[in-house]
């Protein structure tokens, strides 16, 4: 099934490439970091409701101007059922549903395998009531009965001895103004290809921001929390799409070989670092202008993820490097890579990096026009489309590395107003001065993240 989105994903990675570039002519020597996949997706959900030249920009800004929509939202679809995994080492989901679970029964939900469904319920309930301390909230997406469905996961939860290793998730909502009407077409396509979840509120409400932040910190477990600030009230609706990704590297790094060591900005003053160290057999590939390695993470179910570091060989080069990364530089880098197994050393720092960026006037720059004015044509999407168009496009990400692994998440928000192995070689990679990078699902090409450290915390 992948095979027949390539063509689709491949574009989409070169959206993300050119996106990479404009972020780099402006924010360098900050670091960056966002999610490709989340910034298309939303924006695509809103290409759903929009119509001629609206429309063309769009998919013509999104490099998917040569598919249709529907070809479009099903390779989306695709990664959505993919991409909605939740590992863990000791549940074994069940294809048909079980028995209703009784809340005052812990014996019995002990005693029974526990259905995906119910698990991913439970996880639901838990991450709402944790996200905030207001049962306004609680109510407002739970209902009057939040109590029993709190106690009812709990039991679920408890019951399953969750051992989490890996966790990928790619959620979309829509939040409407109360009142407004939208196309049904509009709204099926939001609910059932892209699996959103779809609430009717109160822009003026000042709880309103609470509950979409709410449903953020849920869905990125708690790593972005704040994105939604005060709303103006002639908004319509607004978008949301969020990732989430935590995962073990298939081969960790020792905690006992991290050391204190000096990473080189690009101004070529040094600054501390505490450096991973790890030899072994890696995907690796270098020319006289830049290193490149592949690390994996551990495979689970369908997924086989992977970080890929590009460091230049001067890190004065980086801003060259960067913007000669076209999309067919960047396959045939791939290419190259996975030709190689080398054993070597390799040195990554640890880091952390956090990013929020309103993006409306880099999309502008990359050519969407009409939909960011009064005359945008989003006609498909509700009758009132003479007063609506996109105000914002905002976007948040987060990511940790460290010895076992790594943990992202990315938010996108639109807010609407009115191989062949070689002979084994030694390599030695050293990660001490600024770098790209990007975690790429292997199957399908697609490309989750992507980041420059400019200066590893």
């Known amino acids: 099934m992948e095979q027949d989105f390539k063509h689709i994903y491949d574009a989409s990675n070169r959206f993300g490439l050119n996106l990479l570039k404009v972020l780099a002519r402006d924010e360098l020597p900050e ?9 298309s997706m939303c924006l695509t959900i809103a290409a759903n409701g929009a119509n001629d030249q609206t429309l063309q920009e769009m998919l013509r800004m999104l490099e998917l101007n040569e598919f249709s929509l529907n070809e479009i939202n099903s390779a989306n679809q695709y990664l959505i059922s993919e991409f909605t995994i939740d590992e863990t080492n000791k549940i074994e989901a069940d294809s048909e549903p079980g028995p209703e679970p009784n809340p005052d029964d812990i014996v019995l939900i002990k005693k029974r395998r ?3 469904a119910e698990l991913d319920a439970a996880y639901r309930v838990i991450d709402i009531i944790k996200s905030t301390s207001d049962e306004k909230v609680w109510i407002a997406q739970l209902g009057e009965d939040y109590f029993r469905q709190m106690r009812a996961a709990q039991l679920v939860m408890a019951s399953a001895e969750i051992d989490q290793r890996f966790r990928l998730s790619l959620a979309n909502s829509l939040w409407v103004k109360q009142g407004i009407e939208f196309a049904s077409s509009f709204l099926a396509t939001t609910r059932d290809t892209y699996n959103a979840e779809v609430a009717s509120v109160d822009f003026r409400d000042k709880a309103t921001p609470e509950i979409i932040n709410g449903w953020i910190s849920r869905v990125t477990q708690g790593t972005i929390r704040e994105m939604v600030g005060e709303i103006s009230p002639a908004t319509v609706f607004m978008l949301a799409n969020a990732i989430y990704f935590k995962a073990f590297w ?7 070989k991290t050391k204190q060591e000096k ?4 101004t070529g003053e040094q600054t501390d670092c505490f450096m991973m160290h790890r030899q072994g057999n890696y995907h690796y590939w270098e020319d006289n202008d830049l290193q490149m390695i592949s690390i994996p993470y551990e495979s689970v179910a369908q997924l086989d993820l992977g970080m890929y570091i590009i460091l230049p060989k001067r890190s ?3 801003h060259k490097l960067i913007s000669e990364l076209s999309a067919e530089k960047w396959d045939a880098l791939i290419d190259q890579v996975h030709r190689n197994i080398m054993y070597g050393e390799f040195s990554l720092p640890r880091f952390k990096a956090e990013y929020e960026r309103n993006l409306t006037n880099d999309l502008n720059g990359l050519g969407i026009a009409m939909a960011f004015t009064p005359h945008a044509d989003f006609s498909a999407m509700s009758a009132m489309a003479s007063e609506l168009w996109i105000s914002q496009v905002a976007h948040k990400a987060f990511i940790k590395v460290d010895e076992e692994g790594t943990e992202a998440a990315a938010v996108t928000r639109s807010m609407y107003v009115g191989g062949i192995s070689e002979p084994q070689r030694v390599f030695k990679m050293i990660v001490d001065h600024p770098f790209i990078y990007a975690i790429r699902d292997h199957k399908t090409g697609a490309l989750l993240f992507m980041g420059v ?5």
């Open 31 to 39: 670091n960056i970091f966002f999610s490709p996949l989340s910034i």
């Open 114 to 116: 526990v259905p995906r």
């Open 250 to 256: 298939k081969h960790q790094f020792s905690k006992a």
């Open 263 to 266: 990473f080189t900005l690009i």
């Open 316 to 318: 004065q080069d980086l």
């Open 453 to 457: 450290t400019m200066q590893p915390s």
